[in-house]
């Protein structure tokens, strides 16, 4: 039988702002919509954040996602994950408080502290519709708080849901804190880690850095992980094609990259997923549906959502 290959959509996240493409979706019709596009096109997994529907600013309110997640879950049966990150200057408390409401069947989870620059957009990216926006992007001073407290308050707040974790790793010494977890037995396996590239704070977007992401993985995880990647603007997609090739999982969507093609933007995040099937098909691989995915990472269902 084919190997399987999970494509989670990641749909508009805290990173990129409305001004920068009109397929960013901000409110809660178009967030739905957009997950349920991206669930058509073959994702098995949507990654939800909420953001204010008339500036577009981050929201991690529980009542701004409620809206979309009750259309997500009568419209389609992909698995949701609800953010725990939230945006970068946020608290955890308030990042936790939407998977902690709604008990999803998986939450995503930062495995470390670190810088994280939004900066280098203005080099691209020059008026915006929004005051805030420009502050946001302009800002050098961020360090993305995940402390071990802050990651055991995640992990015990969430623990008796049966929420499973999406754990973002954006640098090897990510790896490394995921382990301690493990051997605390906070964790559990199968660990579903997403090895993140191309981001101005963490590990860089070259080949070499996917394969040295991998083998730490490898050596400190061997059979207990199920592998994933996101690579971060221009390097969604050939990060996406390497990681398919050696046995991982895939991310796109907008929150990752506003791109299809080198020039182009991407119409929608439907399109994005489109683009990583054709690769996984390419390869002579099967896109796993939710129900596959559900099975492969040990999911409780879908219609555990408490909407």
């Known amino acids: 039988m084919s190997r399987k290959v999970i494509i989670t959509c990641a749909v508009t996240g805290a990173i990129h702002t409305p001004s920068m493409s009109k397929a960013l979706p901000v409110t809660p019709e178009e967030i739905a919509d957009a997950a349920v596009g991206a669930a058509e096109a073959g994702a098995a997994i949507v990654h939800l954040h909420a953001r204010n529907p008339k500036t577009g600013q981050p929201d991690q309110s529980p ?4 809206p979309f997640l009750k259309v997500i879950k009568q419209r389609t049966n992909a698995v949701v994950n609800l953010t725990t990150g939230g945006a970068p200057t946020m608290k955890v408390d308030e990042r936790v408080r939407p998977a ?5 069947e998986v939450a995503s989870l930062n495995m470390g502290s670190m810088n994280f620059a939004f900066f280098g957009m203005l080099n691209r990216f020059k008026s915006f519709e929004h005051e805030w926006e420009r502050k946001h992007l302009e800002n050098k001073d961020i360090v993305f708080r995940n402390t071990f407290a802050d990651i055991e308050y995640v992990l015990t707040t969430l623990s008796g849901s049966g929420t499973r974790f999406e754990f973002e790793c954006y640098d090897t010494s990510h790896l490394y804190n995921l382990k301690y977890f493990l051997d605390q037995g906070l964790v559990k396996a199968p660990l579903f880690i997403q090895t993140v590239f191309g981001l101005q704070g963490g590990t860089g977007a070259h080949p070499e850095d996917v394969m040295h992401m991998k083998r730490t993985a490898d050596r400190l995880f061997g059979d207990q992980y199920v592998w994933s990647v996101l690579g971060a603007g ?3 997609l050939p990060i996406a094609a390497m990681a398919a090739a050696m046995g991982g999982n895939i991310r796109v969507g907008l929150e990752d990259s506003l791109w299809a093609a080198p020039g182009r933007m991407a119409e929608s995040n439907a399109e994005q997923v489109r683009l990583a099937r054709k690769i996984i098909e390419g390869l002579g691989l099967d896109v796993a549906s939710p129900d596959e995915a ?4 040990h999911l409780k269902g879908g219609d555990t959502l408490q909407v």
């Open 294 to 297: 559900r099975e492969i990472l």
């Open 234 to 236: 221009r390097n969604q």
């Open 63 to 66: 009542e701004a996602f409620a």
């Open 100 to 104: 902690a409401v709604y008990k999803p």
